[in-house]
């Protein structure tokens, strides 16, 4: 039996995110091993080796590009809307505790209907164009930003505005050197979460009513039984999804370097 003091000592031998390719790795041999043996049809699931020239082709050929492209530009358009409107809504219900009390609880309780629950009713309205589909992602960015940035704001300590006054700061020099300042760490959470959730709430508007993009791809893969385009899709999805919060995070690390550097 080993002694606690090893096992960590070989787990320091590892390169550095090395444990974090584990698991993949370990499904990546079980699918290719059922596949090269037979006792997974390919029907189903097709082989690795044919999927990742699948997902070649796609990054590849214009084509696949132009699929890209379109749901990157959904996505952007509806976070940017949402956000936008997140921002504004939270400063307001920050800032203001009339502002809050008048909106906050009917905001929560429309928040708290699911996306699903909102599309039979949009539907109608705006049918199943590129309108809808900007309502619903700019929906998935609203809520956490406007929730954050109210948050953040209200948060701020009352010395800090205190210390303000003192100083004759204006209105719009307390927002924007101290409280805005202050309130970035909930503020830049609330526009990560809102952007993830854009990035997940495409794929679903996409699959629902859509002819192009990465969610119809997955569709029409599924429905034609074109398995390999419909792996190599949901791959392209989850790298995509994954490297802008990693994206997000650096920028994050970037903007709030004085905070480890004054914690330091």
Known sequence: MLSPAIAPLRLKVMPSGALAWL???????????????GWISSQTLPPPARVGVTLVQLLTTASGWAQIGISLQRVFGGFVIGAGLGLVLGLAMGLSRVVRELLYPSFRVLASIPLLGWLPLLMLFLGIGETL????????ALVPVTLNTA?????VPRSQR??????GFSPLQLLLRVLLPAALPSIWAGLRYGLTSCWLVLVLVELLAASEGLGYLMSNGQQLMQMDVLLAAVIIVGA??????????AIERHLLRWRREAFA
Do not use: F, M, N
């Open 162 to 167: 205190e210390v303000a006054q003192l100083y």
């Open 23 to 37: 698991v993949p790795g370990l499904l990546l041999v079980a699918w290719w091993t059922g596949s090269a043996l």
């Open 151 to 155: 948050r953040g704001i209200a948060e």
């Open 133 to 140: 589909k900007l309502v619903l992602i700019a929906k998935a």
């Open 240 to 249: 995509i999804g994954y490297g802008l919060d990693r994206l997000l995070e």
